[in-house]
């Protein structure tokens, strides 16, 4: 695997690839590697013929200084991961070579960035459009894999594609699991013995949070969950909400007709986590 700093050095060699015909998949990721990102280059490989991995913490996309501070920080494992995953370059810029100037530029996402993870992390959203937008114009892939358990950004990277009119294609890949179902995270790592049992009761929440919207109506889940989440006693719950699949519309009602989606965003002692469910 080739490892890049600079990004003007491996913009020259993929013009060269492209020159030669040879497509570009991109995987970018804040590193902290964990299966669920290597499922992405596995992804990439099997659709692209060479695949680009960045390891970038994006410090403009973090509206809690702490959790950029504690954000987990793994080099050498993500090297070695990549490596033996077959990623063709891996991108592992210093914060200059990212923004050489302050991107004060402000993107506009409309509802998208005024629900959810949009309300409860304000700006985080417009760091996500600055990262990507950048690096998406420097490596130019054919087609950028993102990870579904960040439901609402693959629908921000996709609003922010169209916007700019780039030509990526943007392919929204499925969730990772461990064993017990609760989705990977590099945030994992960060819960102690006893949060990461109490983390287990997230996807049996909102599996069963499913089945009863689905009976019962969305009203009755939310209590659910609630009384779910009242039991156990490291979480706090920020938000659960069901969502049209497509718009992230928030549905007070569910009708089988329309494509759903249940969204989570808990506190497990000081790790927030997320988590979805497609609902039909
Ligand atoms: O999902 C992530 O890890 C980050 O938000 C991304 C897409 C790499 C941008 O920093």
């Known amino acids: 695997m080739l490892?890049?700093?600079?990004?003007?050095?491996?913009?020259?060699?993929?013009?060269?690839?492209?020159?030669?015909?040879?497509?570009?998949?991109?995987?970018?990721?804040?590193?902290?590697?964990?299966?669920?990102?290597?499922?992405?280059?596995?992804?990439?490989?099997?659709?692209?013929?060479?695949?680009?991995?960045?390891?970038?913490?994006?410090?403009?996309?973090f509206n809690n200084s702490s959790d950029l501070l504690h954000y987990p920080r793994t080099p050498e494992n993500d090297i070695k991961l990549l490596d033996?995953?077959?990623?063709?370059?891996?991108?592992?810029?210093?914060?200059?070579?990212?923004?050489?100037?302050?991107?004060?530029?402000?993107?506009?996402?409309?509802?998208?960035?005024?629900?959810?993870?949009?309300?409860?992390?304000?700006?985080?959203?417009?760091?996500?459009?600055?990262?990507?937008?950048?690096?998406?114009?420097?490596?130019?892939?054919?087609?950028?894999?993102?990870?579904?358990?960040d439901y609402q950004q693959v629908l921000v990277v996709k609003s922010l594609v169209k916007q700019l009119g780039l030509l990526t294609e943007i392919i929204a890949c499925p969730i990772l699991r461990e064993s017990d179902g609760l989705a990977m995270s590099s945030r994992n790592v960060r819960l102690n013995e006893q949060e990461r049992l109490e983390a287990a009761a997230i996807p049996e929440m909102?599996?069963?949070?499913?089945?009863?919207?689905?009976?019962?109506?969305?009203?009755?889940?939310?209590?659910?969950?609630?009384?779910?989440?009242?039991?156990?006693?490291?979480?706090?719950?920020?938000?659960y909400e069901v969502c049209d699949a497509e718009t992230l519309g928030i549905l007070t009602e569910f009708s089988p007709k329309q494509k759903a989606v249940s969204l989570i965003a808990v506190f497990v002692g000081n790790i927030r986590l997320i988590d979805n469910w497609m609902v039909n």
Do not use: W
């Open 3 to 61: 490892v890049f700093n600079k990004i003007k050095e491996l913009e020259e060699l993929i013009s060269l690839e492209k020159q030669k015909g040879r497509t570009i998949g991109f995987v970018p990721t804040m590193g902290a590697l964990h299966l669920g990102h290597i499922s992405l280059i596995e992804t990439s490989k099997k659709q692209t013929d060479i695949t680009i991995c960045s390891i970038f913490v994006n410090p403009n996309q």
């Open 84 to 149: 033996e995953a077959g990623c063709t370059i891996l991108y592992m810029p210093e914060i200059k070579d990212v923004y050489p100037e302050k991107d004060v530029r402000v993107f506009n996402f409309g509802f998208l960035d005024s629900i959810l993870e949009g309300a409860h992390r304000p700006g985080h959203f417009n760091g996500v459009g600055q990262v990507v937008s950048i690096l998406l114009d420097g490596i130019k892939p054919n087609k950028a894999f993102f990870g579904s358990k």
């Open 206 to 239: 909102m599996k069963l949070g499913n089945q009863i919207l689905k009976l019962y109506g969305i009203a009755e889940a939310k209590k659910y969950i609630l009384s779910v989440v009242a039991t156990i006693p490291n979480m706090k719950l920020e938000y």
